[in-house]
């Protein structure tokens, strides 16, 4: 953790001096001199406070305007609101201080609007006290905005111009709200995109306009999307290279996106009771362009050695595959195990688990490794992520050279 006294001895406090008579030839200290700290220049400045944590960026941003600008670009580039309460205050904040909105890279609403109604307006006591501190006439001119939190948010984000990662993850059953309506007007470009609200008219124009996404995921369950993305122009989404989606997303609307676009990476997240091979259907050109696929399977599922032949067959050039499940055991080994040999190009499989093992020891596993790398000769990496009881999750890898 950073020492804050190494930064407060650079920071100038008045000083009054006193000078005799005798003393007149020697000129009185500035009140505009300026401090060490004028000397340092942003990027050591920049440096040192990435090493900062919240409590310490906060006391900085009080003692200095310099000290302020910079720190507030680390508090407020990564937003992930705990809680309706702080991401209410949090977009108040930024529309308030739209320099403040240019600092956000990163913005994470993932249910956190559960407890909010959208289109309900405001009570205007929640946040009198915040906005008596901005005076009558700022409170008065952002009344509009201050209609309810759909429109907050959105103008919000419309002042995030730099903004580069967004995740919003709306509540289930408010079919009645208009989500989309949050991406209306926004200028950023996204590199990362994460979205359960459903696809419509308002969403592909948005869609359309992001030349530099990279990675989507999206998991909107609502039907008829394959509709809409099929409006998606073909020119759209050039730089796309990874797509994420859920064994309740419309497979049509996969397809759509996956049509004429550079993805080779797949993450899919797989339900109780899904269909395996429908949602691998993602059509013979994707299928061949992929080589990175990462298999999330919900609840307590794992994956069983036919469903990894599939696999293997659907997508015959992974060479990265990732499975995420609850918890490694002597069964799902010996699926792996019959169905490691299907893959015939893959050099990397990665595990992970979700909860503490209870059949097998962390030995165990390094033994697996051997049998694994003997049975498929394009292997050259096996990782273990693994849960502990501790609940700290800890990264395992062996490489082929080590055996």
Not at 33 to 38: F, I, V
Not at 51 to 68: E, G, I, V
Not at 348 to 365: A, K, Q, T
Request: hydrophobic share 40%; charged share 20%; proline share 6%.
């Amino acid at each position: 953790m950073f020492d804050l006294s190494v930064l407060q001895q650079f920071v100038r406090t008045p000083t009054r001096f006193t000078f005799s008579h005798a003393d007149k030839s020697i000129p009185p200290l500035s009140p505009s001199a300026p401090s060490a700290l004028h000397f340092v220049p942003d990027e050591l400045l920049e440096e040192i406070l990435s090493f900062c944590p919240s409590s310490t960026l906060c006391q900085l941003s009080l003692t200095d305007w310099r000290l302020n600008r910079i720190a507030n670009s680390f508090l407020y580039k990564d937003a992930k609101p705990s809680s309706a309460d702080k991401m209410l205050v949090f977009f108040i904040t930024v529309c308030m201080q739209p320099y403040l909105a240019r600092h956000v890279r990163t913005l994470d609403i993932e249910h956190s609007l559960s407890k909010v109604m959208l289109d309900t307006p405001f009570n205007e006591s929640i946040f009198a006290r915040r906005l008596r501190k901005l005076g009558n006439r700022r409170t008065n001119s952002h009344k509009p905005i201050l209609r309810n939190a759909l429109t907050l948010v959105n103008a919000a984000l419309k002042s995030m111009t730099s903004l580069t990662n967004l995740t919003l993850i709306m509540p289930d059953g408010d079919a009645h709200v208009e989500y989309t309506s949050l991406l209306s007007g926004v200028e950023f470009q996204l590199l990362h995109f994460h979205t359960s609200i459903r696809i419509n008219d308002e969403v592909i124009a948005f869609l359309a306009k992001q030349s530099l996404l990279e990675d989507l995921k999206i998991y909107s369950t609502a039907p008829n999307e394959s509709h809409y993305l099929q409006s998606l122009p073909t020119t759209a989404l050039p730089s796309l290279t990874a797509l994420s989606w859920s064994s309740k997303t419309s497979m049509e609307a996969v397809r759509a996106l996956l049509s004429n676009r550079p993805v080779t990476k797949a993450t899919i997240h797989l339900h109780p009771g899904t269909a395996f091979s429908n949602v691998l259907s993602v059509g013979p050109q994707a299928s061949k362009q992929i080589t990175t696929i990462n298999l999330a399977f919900r609840d307590r599922s794992r994956p069983s050695a036919t469903q990894l032949r599939t696999l293997a067959t659907a997508f015959p050039h992974i060479e990265s595959l990732s499975l995420s499940f609850a918890a490694l055991s002597k069964g799902t080994v010996q699926q792996i195990t019959d169905a490691i040999e299907s893959f015939f190009r893959i050099k990397e499989l990665c595990l992970f688990e979700h909860s503490p093992r209870d059949e097998l020891e962390r030995e165990d596993l390094m033994a697996l490794t051997d049998v694994w790398f003997t049975l498929s000769k394009p292997l050259k990496s096996i990782t273990f992520n693994l849960c502990e009881p501790s609940t700290v999750t800890k990264r395992v890898t062996r490489r082929r050279s080590e055996t």
